[in-house]
Every structure is written in structure tokens, then in C-alpha cells.
């Protein structure tokens, strides 16, 4: 894999897409006769990692992305990956109506049966995308299964949803924004379906806890309340995925507030990873401590994609669109993804040699739909 920072990105970028990186991928994730999904790939050659635990968050996160994959390419190939996962997650991941396992083995042993509210959202989300470019309907009622649980016995009163193991002392916000998004989607697919107000129930508690300047943070009190200085931790990739979620939700309700909340927190997430107007120049930061400093030498990729994603999704008037998504990219080609193996550096300044020598599988789910999203854009 090439490590020279001057190589380009692709000339035909939709060509590269369906013709290379959907494909192998493809290849990797989904080699014959392997239950559910490979996880984990070597950098080295992109040789899939062959384990017998099964996760149902990556189950449900490349069942979502190669269904965008089909949405785009209309390959028979995408439609299959994605099924592939659909049966995985359906067959051995849910366990009843409405629960689903945590982790399983490839023989359907299951290891972990309690999936939490991080995983649930990526079912979610992995069923509305197959819905959304199948049109197969039927198995809308597996996402309406989890949303019984969810207005019943997770719906929180102090805002979101409780995790199914239990609050505990602190909780984590993230999974409420992959709700948001999975719920958003189903809201277009599934009209009728109560989606649109459990969004709006998510929505109530960004407003909450997203700070006048734009924070949020990783963590929360068991009350939504903010923990001390010391005790908080932030990610700015976040910051990034909130903001387009945040702009969907306004171009999808003509609501001028929600559209200046996604600035806000966008443009925190742009201020503490130093990014200077002409977008970046390298692959951004995530990592940051209660004061907003940056907490860790580590540049993941996915942050940076969703700074191109949150760019495309923005609005014209609060910050450079063009100059943030072309600079983004051009950073992901640079810096990261090799656009010859379609493998990827996972983490720029790592200092893990495991992190340096794998990639897990689960990064697809940014790339792929955000790739997709700019060519859309640009077309």
C-alpha cells in the first residue's frame, strides 16, 4: 500500500467507487461459505481476518452500507453483500422480537445476548437502508419490533432512550445520534410508523446537550447532566456527524433552528481541531478533553469523512462548502486511502501497531455512503 502523500485521488471517482473499492470490498467482507461479515482485514494485502465472533453493530453497519452500495451501483453483487448481512443479523443476531445478541459465533452460538443501544441503532439503520433501495417491505416489521421496546421500556422521561442493560452512573450520547439518523431514514420509508416523532424526541435532547458553543459531549451524567471538567471526554468526528444528521433534519422540516444548531456544532468541532478556512490539510483530530484540547496524538479517517460529509450537507452561507469538501477529500486520498488496493491507513499518527496493521471492516459505513454523497453533490 502507498504511503506517498502526493498521490491523487481518483480521476473518475464514481468509476473508482463501483468498479474497485465497492467491489473488492465486497470481495473481503463477504468470502464464501463465511457466515455474517469479516471484521477485521490486514492493511498489508486487505487479507480478511477469519474469527468465529460475530458483532451485531458490524452486522448492522455493512448491512446499511452495502445498501447504499446498491442504491448507487444497482449491482446485483452490492444487493447480494447486503443481503448476506440481512440474513446474518435476522437468522442469528435477533434472538426474539424486538432483542437482539451483543455478539455471536458464526455457528449462531450466541455469546453476548444483550445488545445495546448502539447496536440496536445500526439494525435500525441497516434495515431502513435494504428498505429504502429494495423496496422489500416486509421487513419494516423488525424495525417495528424494536420500536415497541423503545416507546415501552427504554423510552427515557429525562430525554432519549435508556440503554436496555440500564443508566448506570454515566451514558454515553452517540448511540442517541445514530437513533437520530436511523430514525430519520425509516421516517421516509416507514411515513406512518412513528419515526418522524421519535426523531424529534432525539432532536429535543440535542438541543439539551449541545452547549452554547457548540459542544457535546461523549458522556453524560445518568441525569443528561454534564460531569465535571475532568471527567469529560469529547470526539470532534462527532461534532461532524451530528451537524449533517442536525442539516437533513432542517431540509426535511424547513426548520431555519435546527439549521443553526448544525452550524454551531460544526463549527466547534471545525474550531478545536485548529481547521483553517481553506478546509483541512491533513486528517483531522478527535480526541479532546474537557477544555476542548486536543487529548490524543491519534488522526482516525472517519472523522475527516464526516467533515466532508458534514461540508456537503451545510449550508452555504455559515462556512466554505466547496473549499472544506474538496480539501477533505483530497486529504483522504493523501493521507489514508490507497486508491489502487482501496485499503487504508485507519489511523495517520498511531502509535498502536495493531491499529497500523489492521482495518476493521466497520469504516466502510463512513466511506461509502460519503463518497457517494459527494458525487451526488457534485453531479
Known amino acids: 500500500m502507498a504511503d506517498n502523500a502526493t498521490v491523487p485521488r481518483p480521476a473518475d471517482l464514481r468509476a473508482w467507487l463501483t468498479n474497485l473499492f465497492i467491489p473488492v470490498w465486497i470481495e473481503r467482507t463477504c468470502p464464501s461459505g463465511h457466515p455474517g461479515y469479516v471484521e477485521e482485514v490486514r492493511r498489508v494485502d486487505g487479507t480478511p481476518i477469519l474469527t468465529e465472533t460475530r458483532s451485531t453493530l458490524v452486522t448492522g453497519r455493512l448491512l446499511y452500507t452495502f445498501s447504499r452500495a446498491y442504491g448507487f451501483d444497482k449491482s446485483p453483487a452490492s444487493l447480494q453483500a447486503a443481503e448476506h448481512g440481512l440474513a446474518f443479523l435476522l437468522d442469528t443476531c435477533r434472538l426474539s422480537p424486538g432483542h437482539f445478541a451483543h455478539v455471536v459465533a458464526s455457528d449462531g452460538q450466541v455469546i453476548d445476548p444483550h445488545a445495546d443501544l448502539y447496536d440496536l441503532s445500526f439494525v435500525l439503520l441497516g434495515i431502513g437502508g435494504y428498505v429504502q433501495v429494495s423496496g422489500e417491505r416486509q421487513v419494516l416489521h423488525i424495525a417495528d419490533e424494536i420500536a415497541r421496546r423503545l416507546d415501552g421500556e427504554l423510552e427515557d422521561p429525562l430525554g432519549g432512550y435508556r440503554e436496555p442493560a440500564g443508566t448506570g452512573e454515566r451514558r454515553r450520547q452517540f448511540p442517541q445520534m445514530h437513533l437520530f439518523e436511523a430514525f430519520q431514514l425509516l421516517a421516509t420509508v416507514d411515513p406512518a410508523g412513528g419515526w418522524a416523532l421519535r426523531a ?159 482495518i476493521p471492516t466497520r469504516v466502510l459505513y463512513h466511506i461509502v455512503p460519503c463518497i457517494i454523497e459527494y458525487i451526488r453533490t457534485e453531479n
Open 200 to 358: 424529534e424526541r432525539i432532536l429535543k435532547l440535542a438541543e439539551r446537550l449541545i452547549d452554547a458553543n457548540g459542544r457535546i459531549d461523549e458522556w453524560y451524567a445518568a441525569d443528561w447532566g454534564r460531569l465535571d471538567n475532568a471527567q469529560r471526554e469529547g470526539e470532534i468526528g462527532h461534532h461532524f456527524e451530528w451537524a449533517w444528521m442536525l442539516d437533513q433534519y432542517a431540509d426535511a422540516s424547513g426548520t431555519r433552528l435546527v439549521r443553526e444548531l448544525a452550524a454551531r456544532v460544526c463549527g466547534f468541532g471545525i474550531s478545536a481541531a485548529a481547521i483553517q478556512s481553506s478546509g483541512p490539510d491533513k486528517p483531522v483530530p478527535n480526541a479532546i478533553d474537557g477544555e476542548g484540547r486536543s487529548s490524543s496524538s491519534s488522526r482516525p479517517l472517519w472523522p475527516t469523512i464526516e467533515l466532508l460529509r458534514a461540508a456537503l450537507a451545510g449550508d452555504d452561507s455559515v462556512w466554505f462548502r466547496k473549499a472544506f469538501s474538496e480539501s477533505s477529500l483530497n486529504v483522504l486520498f493523501t493521507c489514508s486511502i490507497d486508491q489502487t488496493s482501496g485499503l487504508w491507513k485507519n489511523d495517520s499518527e498511531s502509535s498502536s501497531l495493531f491499529k497500523r496493521e489492521i
